[in-house]
């Protein structure tokens, strides 16, 4: 059973794929293709085995990086074009020597120019998120929360997050971070939006 998909469109060919994993850490990716007929069919392409239980991932068309998060390990980077095979990179690990800590969830990047840009990742053992460069070796950059306000709360148990970097008007000029809050003081769970800006030049 599915537990955890993200998408990546390739540079190389534009093609379109999908990838799903599940509890027990295997990942699929599928080529989605039109039928013929106007709908969407799927092939699958390629599986890989992360080790233990998954949830998050990330596709960077640009690159041609796809990152999954083993929720009590850490981040791994892998090629995401299916002929790939399974070679991987660590990112970050949770505890001694890591900055996550389990459960590493939600994973998002937010866009800069010329290649550049943030692989950020919900941290949800320590109710934080983590940025890391979207570039290189991806080098980890630093650790947020957000924390109550005057009239809202603040996030914890994040599951899911995602961030753009476009113009999204007044409110939002320089993009938005949104984190889902899991333990919502004011009732159901529901989102928090935090101006990009205040998060990339905050201390």
């Known amino acids: 059973m599915g537990y955890g998909s993200c998408m990546y469109r390739s540079r190389k060919t534009g093609k379109f794929y999908y990838f799903v994993n599940d509890k027990l850490g ?3 990716q599928w ?14 392409v390629r599986a890989l085995s992360v080790g233990s239980q998954t949830e998050g991932c990330v596709a960077d068309d640009a690159l041609g990086h796809l990152y999954i998060g083993e929720e009590n390990v850490g981040i791994w980077k892998y090629k ?5 095979g399974d070679a991987r990179a660590q990112i970050d690990r949770t ?14 990047i937010a866009y800069g ?14 109710n934080s998120y983590v940025i890391y460069r979207r570039e290189g070796a991806n080098s980890y950059v630093k650790t947020f929360r957000i924390a109550d ?4 709360d603040g996030t914890s ?3 899911g997050i995602d961030v753009t970097t476009a113009n999204l008007g007044p409110a939002f000029p320089h993009g938005v971070f949104i ?18 800006q205040l998060i990339l030049n905050g201390k």
């Open 157 to 159: 148990d994040t599951d």
């Open 26 to 28: 295997a990942v699929e």
């Open 95 to 108: 505890g001694e020597g890591g900055h996550l800590v389990s459960n590493v969830e939600g994973l998002t």
């Open 80 to 84: 995401a074009e299916p002929e790939a």
């Open 113 to 126: 120019r010329n290649g550049k840009g943030w692989l950020i990742a919900s941290s949800q053992g320590a």
């Open 149 to 152: 306000g005057e009239l809202i």
């Open 179 to 196: 984190a889902q809050d899991g333990l919502n003081d004011r009732g159901n769970q529901n989102f928090k939006l935090v101006p990009w």
């Open 31 to 44: 080529e989605l293709f039109d039928d013929g007929n106007g709908k969407v069919d799927a092939k699958k």
